[in-house]
T-cell receptor
Framework: EDQVTQSPEALRLQEGESSSLNCSYT??????LFWYRQDPGKGPEFLFT???AGEEKEKERLKATLTKKESFLHITAPKPEDSATYLC???????????FGKGTRLSVIA | DGGITQSPKYLFRKEGQNVTLSCEQNLNHDAMYWYRQDPGQGLRLIYYSQIVNDFQKGDIAEGYSVSREKKESFPLTVTSAQKNPTAFYLCASSPRGRGGSEKLFFGSGTQLSVL
C-alpha cells in the first residue's frame, strides 16, 4: 500500500528564516511526486511535479528535491505570504489516484 | 475562464437527509475525483471516475454515492448512512495520459456541516 508521511506537522518560522519540509514515501513504482499549497478554506494549488531521484525544481522562494525515499521542499527567506499548508502526494505505476500526506502547516511570522 | 466549479461553498445537512454536492469542470478532463479533508488531516479519496458512465470507490466510499453521466459533471451525494459527514469536500480533475503523471486541478471546496 502506498504511503506518504510529512514532517513536521506544523512549523513556525520568522520571516527570512530558511527551512525545509520533509515528505517520506513508499510506493510501488513512482510515476510522480506532487507538491501542493493549500490556503485555509480553499482548494490545493499545484506547485511541482518530480519524476525521478535527483530531480530539482524551483519557483520563487521554493525548491523541491527528490530522492528514492523522500522529497524536500526548501523554503528560502520565507515571507508571511508563504504561510499555508503544504501537501505532498504520490502516484504509483498502476496509475491509481494520488495518495496524499497529511500536510505541513507553515506559519511565517513578520 | 477554464476551471473547476464546486457549489455550494457551504452546506448544512439535517439528520437523516441526503445532500448533493455539485462539481463541474470545463477543462475537458477525462478523470474526476472527490476527496474529503478533515481538520489536520490529508485528503482522503471517496470516489473517482476516469471515463463517463464509470466510477470506482476510493478509500472511504461508505455513505457516499456518485454519478458520471456527463464528462463535465461529477456530483457527490452524501447519504444519511454517512454518520460523520462534517468535513471539507474537494473535487478535482485531471487529463488522462499515458504516464500517470498528470497533476490534479482542484475546485475551491464545499464545507459540509451537520445541523
Amino acid at each position: 500500500e502506498d504511503q506518504v508521511t510529512q514532517s513536521p506537522e506544523a512549523l513556525r518560522l520568522q520571516e527570512g528564516e530558511s527551512s525545509s519540509l520533509n515528505c517520506s514515501y513508499t510506493v510501488s513504482g513512482l510515476r510522480g511526486l506532487f507538491w501542493y499549497r493549500q490556503d485555509p478554506g480553499k482548494g490545493p494549488e499545484f506547485l511541482f511535479t518530480l519524476y525521478s531521484a535527483g530531480e530539482e525544481k524551483e519557483k520563487e522562494r521554493l525548491k523541491a528535491t527528490l530522492t528514492k525515499k523522500e522529497s524536500f521542499l526548501h523554503i528560502t527567506a520565507p515571507k508571511p505570504e508563504d504561510s499555508a499548508t503544504y501537501l505532498c502526494a504520490v502516484r504509483n505505476s498502476g496509475n491509481t489516484p494520488l495518495v496524499f500526506g497529511k500536510g505541513t502547516r507553515l506559519s511565517v511570522i513578520a | 475562464d477554464g476551471g473547476i466549479t464546486q457549489s455550494p461553498k457551504y452546506l448544512f445537512r439535517k439528520e437523516g437527509q441526503n445532500v448533493t454536492l455539485s462539481c463541474e469542470q470545463n477543462l475537458n478532463h477525462d478523470a474526476m475525483y472527490w476527496y474529503r479533508q478533515d481538520p489536520g488531516q490529508g485528503l482522503r479519496l471517496i470516489y473517482y471516475s476516469q471515463i463517463v458512465n464509470d466510477f470506482q470507490k476510493g478509500d472511504i466510499a461508505e455513505g457516499y454515492s456518485v454519478s458520471r453521466e456527463k464528462k463535465e459533471s461529477f456530483p457527490l451525494t452524501v447519504t444519511s448512512a454517512q454518520k460523520n459527514p462534517t468535513a471539507f469536500y474537494l473535487c478535482a480533475s485531471s487529463p488522462r495520459g499515458r504516464g500517470g503523471s498528470e497533476k490534479l486541478f482542484f475546485g475551491s471546496g464545499t464545507q459540509l456541516s451537520v445541523l
